[in-house]
């Protein structure tokens, strides 16, 4: 018997595939795209542009693989494919795995129970109780979830999935976090894909309902939008799909077949690339079933992207190259993409650098006229913003997630000091604590600030520099102000300074804001007949913007 989803129910879809005119446009704009990265490229390494070698090489490899990577981006969205879902069918053992840690409130389990009560198919739900709380016995009971007892397990969410896989016998299992409130057909959306018994996982779209709230979420928000759209969307046409911590629901024989869920901080990684060694397939759902959080303070998103950091190094250092000979080619570009975004932590130091370099000390990485830079650049800069919106057709919902997306840009440049941590202590093997994200805001001054702070500072006191220098020293010294270098070094650090600007816009505001429970107004009841639609005031009251 096939079981078929309540259409009803449905949430942001967009038709199977994409139109081959659509492909064709973005074809057309990645081979002007090619054609500009060439054009710059010619430029870039002309005999006249080197002053200092070493510093030339280093400031082109830094640029260009930045380049490197966004082409790669570019190719992606070529291979896009959306899946067509097929029915799911009856019968199928089916087990919903949510954990709970110490500190976590107790008010969020029990919308999050609730909602996995309503889900329509028939399944088990589990907590995974790490808190030592009666009470949180008590809620799972209440909503007909089986509470396990899994304290001080190692290995902390993972550990514990493993510990109720040996505990369970269903056949494929969800694993969602505390803070996700499932909709009544998110089983339905995903069971279907596993009538292939070669597929592993089915990964759908992370989406969020405080999103409005300050922001720091906002600008997390952002972030996603592109990745859980276009982006997965390109690697599940080459069966590249990543399984993400949240909403992800597995074949019990794939984890099986990789001695159970991988242990680390990015423990959905580490799985990921170890049930595609193993040459299952995944499959990526653009569907949005599912709401949950995203921090609302900046101290703690920054948390939050250290431990990624760390965890995705990790990934790239040990993981990768150990099942990199296991791997298909496009598997191996995609986890090579994927364990170098961090990187970036490295590559914008360096180029935050190079401009005070060259004001106090006259250390010139390369002879470019700043205005020659921007003319050459412009055209890579054009071609990039075009596909950056037109590719936003498949976002998944593109009505609501349109748009240049400047939050999360602004918050990603001034977290750059985490992810540069991130890869330091990757480096030397260093040990970060598993510690969930906080659920609610954290009012308070961060001291992930600090870092911005002292290029606040170290500008002001460039431009200082810079006028004393013109008004004060030798006629020799005024003239050397006036050249093109210095004043394109300052325009180049202005421009990093405004971008730094979010980040401390984002920790003033942080101490702003209150601790409260986003999930507090959530009406279950209104879900089961509005999922198909943007939540509204109504099953979120208090939370403008999203209608």
Same mark, same amino acid.
């Given at each position: ?54 510093? =030339? +090489?280093?400031?082109?490899?830094? %640029? ?15 291979? &896009? ?14 087990? +919903?795995?949510?954990? #709970? ?7 969020? =389990?029990?919308? @999050? ?30 909503? /007909? ?21 040996? *505990? ?5 299992? *969800? ?16 069971? !279907?894909? =596993? ?38 969307? /390109?690697?599940?046409?080459?069966? #590249?799909?990543?399984? &993400? !911590?949240?909403?992800?629901? =597995? ?9 159970? $869920? ?12 170890? &049930? ?10 653009? +569907? ?39 791997? @298909? ?21 360096? %180029? ?9 000390? !006259? ?41 240049? $997306? ?41 001291? %992930? ?5 002292? $290029?606040?500072?170290? %500008?002001?006191? @460039?431009?200082?520099?810079? /006028? ?17 270098? &210095? ?13 730094? *600007? ?29 999922? !198909? ?8 009251? /208090? ?5």
């Amino acid at each position: 018997m096939i079981r078929k989803p309540d259409r009803n129910l449905w949430c942001y879809r967009r038709a199977p595939g994409a139109h081959r005119f659509q492909k064709v446009i973005l074809a057309t704009l990645m081979v002007a795209g090619g054609i500009s990265v060439a054009h710059l490229f010619d430029w870039w390494f002309r005999q006249e542009h080197v002053v200092s070698l070493p510093l =030339f +090489i280093l400031l082109s490899i830094i %640029f260009w693989w930045g380049v490197l990577r966004m082409v790669i981006l570019w190719i992606s969205y070529l291979l &896009i494919k959306v899946p067509v879902t097929p029915p799911a069918p009856e019968g199928l053992q089916v087990a +919903i795995f949510t954990t #709970s840690s110490p500190g976590e409130p107790l008010s969020m =389990f029990e919308k @999050t129970l609730a909602a996995c009560a309503n889900i329509t198919y028939p399944h088990t739900t589990y907590l995974l109780d790490d808190t030592c709380d009666p009470r949180f016995k008590e809620v799972a009971e209440q909503y /007909g979830a089986v509470w396990l007892n899994l304290t001080g397990l190692p290995g902390a969410k993972a550990g514990k999935i493993n510990a109720a896989l040996r *505990l369970t016998t269903e056949d494929f299992v *969800l694993v969602l976090d505390p803070d996700h409130i499932p909709f009544p057909n998110f089983l339905d959306e995903v069971l !279907g894909y =596993f009538g292939d018994e070669k597929v592993g996982y089915v990964q759908v779209a992370q989406a969020y309902y405080n999103q409005f709230r300050s922001f720091t979420a906002a600008a997390a928000a952002e972030q996603t939008y592109g990745f859980y759209g276009p982006t997965q969307m /390109g690697m599940h046409g080459i069966n #590249s799909a990543v399984a &993400i !911590g949240a909403n992800c629901t =597995f074949r019990r024989k794939a984890l099986d077949s990789i001695g159970g $869920h991988g242990i680390g901080l990015a423990e959905d990684l580490v799985t990921a690339i170890r &049930i595609h060694s193993e040459g299952w397939k995944s499959v990526y759902a653009p +569907i949005i079933v599912s709401r949950g959080l995203v921090p609302e303070d900046l101290g703690s998103f920054c948390k939050q992207q250290l431990k990624w950091s760390r965890g995705v190094h990790e990934v790239l250092f040990a993981e990768l190259p150990r099942l990199w000979g296991k791997l @298909t080619f496009w598997q191996k570009v995609s986890y090579s993409s994927i364990g170098t975004y961090y990187f970036s932590g490295v590559t914008t130091l360096l %180029f935050l650098l190079f401009p005070y370099l060259f004001i106090w000390f !006259g250390w010139l990485p390369a002879n470019m006229s700043f205005m020659q830079f921007v003319v050459n650049w412009l055209p890579v800069a054009l071609t990039a913003m075009t596909i950056y919106l037109f590719v936003q057709q498949w976002l998944c919902h593109p009505a609501h997630e349109r748009g240049l $997306h400047w939050r999360g840009m602004f918050l990603k440049f001034a977290c750059w000091p985490v992810f540069f941590v991130g890869f330091l202590i990757s480096f030397w093997n260093g040990k970060i604590p598993y510690i969930p994200t906080a659920k609610q805001a954290v009012k308070g001054f961060t001291p %992930f600030a600090r870092p911005l702070l002292i $290029h606040l500072a170290i %500008f002001v006191s @460039t431009l200082i520099f810079v /006028g004393l220098k013109r008004v004060f020293y030798t006629h020799e010294a005024r003239l050397e102000l006036t050249s093109g270098e &210095i004043w394109g070094m300052v325009v180049f650090a202005f421009i990093a300074f405004i971008m730094s *600007l979010g980040g401390l816009y984002a920790a003033h505001q942080s101490r702003t804001l209150k601790a409260e429970e986003p999930w507090a107004g959530i009406d279950l009841k209104k879900i089961t007949t509005t999922a !198909g639609n943007i939540p509204s005031t109504n099953i979120y009251p /208090g939370i403008s913007g999203i209608e």
